[in-house]
């Protein structure tokens, strides 16, 4: 039986903690983790998400628990520092990319019509050397 003194949360392989929400976080806040004193608990949750999701690799942490209640996650198991949260970063590389597609779409256009009278070009200069006969092949 644990004591209050330890808690369990849950770490990916990319050593994000499952949130509360079922997201993963980068646990720098640890309000919003799933935490509970009761390491079956957090075996069961393991299952759960495995079962689900058979990529993820996650692994029970014990922690400390501090004097609000909430784990004391060590230094080495956080992931590099993120910008954002997951949810507001990919919200803000899609604006990001719909700006730079707009960009690349017209600089596209204008590479795909030059690509486009070469290949004619090239198409009528077949016709012509045809019609002439100049591409045709001896036989042997």
Not at 26 to 55: C, M, W
Not at 126 to 136: C, K, L, R
Request: proline content about 5%; overall charge negative; aromatic content about 6%.
């Amino acid at each position: 039986m644990s004591d209050m003194s330890e808690l369990f949360i849950l770490q990916n392989h990319d050593n994000l903690f499952l949130g509360r929400q079922k997201e993963w976080l980068d646990g720098r806040d640890p309000t919003g983790l799933f935490k509970t004193p009761h390491k079956d608990e957090a075996v069961n949750q393991v299952f759960e998400i495995s079962s689900k999701d058979y990529t993820q690799r996650i692994r029970v942490v014990s922690c400390k628990v501090n004097e609000k209640g909430l784990p004391v996650i060590e230094p080495e198991l956080l992931p590099d520092a993120q910008p954002k949260s997951a949810s507001l970063f990919a919200e803000e590389a899609v604006t990001d990319e719909a700006t730079v597609d707009v960009d690349e779409f017209a600089a596209d256009d204008e590479d795909a019509a030059d690509i486009k009278l070469d290949a004619e070009s090239d198409q009528a200069n077949e016709s012509d050397e045809t019609e002439t006969g100049d591409n045709q092949q001896p036989l042997l």
